[in-house]
Nanobody, 124 residues
């Protein structure tokens, strides 16, 4: 059973940056597609970014394109989400999720493995 744990959240001012990490419990993580999702207060969980198992294919929500970058270090079983130019609308709990198929997906229901989430708060 794959387990993933997120870290790196915190409080940051508008315009600032954070890097989230998602660490997996197994080296087989390199065979999984990984996605980042978020849930803002009062909103449904939404897709943020995804990376195929080798990192060759990535996908981003329009709201974060050009500001966020997903990357992975398969040697360390870790996927990162670098978040730059943060604004108050990025405030949310961020979740890492994984799926066995190698193609990226934006659908929440296609990711069976989820972490507990890490809080990101953008505020002055």
């Amino acid at each position: 059973q794959l387990q993933v744990v997120e870290s790196g959240g915190g409080l940051v001012q508008p315009g600032g940056s954070l890097r989230l990490s998602c660490v997996a419990s197994t080296r087989a993580f390199n065979k999984f597609t990984v996605g980042w999702f978020r849930r803002s207060p009062g909103k449904d969980r939404e897709f943020v970014a995804a990376s195929s198992w080798l990192g060759g294919t990535t996908d981003y929500a329009d709201s974060v394109k050009g500001r966020f970058t997903i990357s992975r270090d398969n040697a360390d079983n870790t996927v990162y989400l670098q978040m730059n130019s943060l604004n108050v609308d990025d405030t949310a709990v961020y979740y890492c999720a994984a799926r066995r198929p190698t193609d990226v997906s934006r659908a929440i229901t296609e990711y069976p493995y989820w972490g507990q989430g890490t809080q990101v708060t953008v505020s002055t």
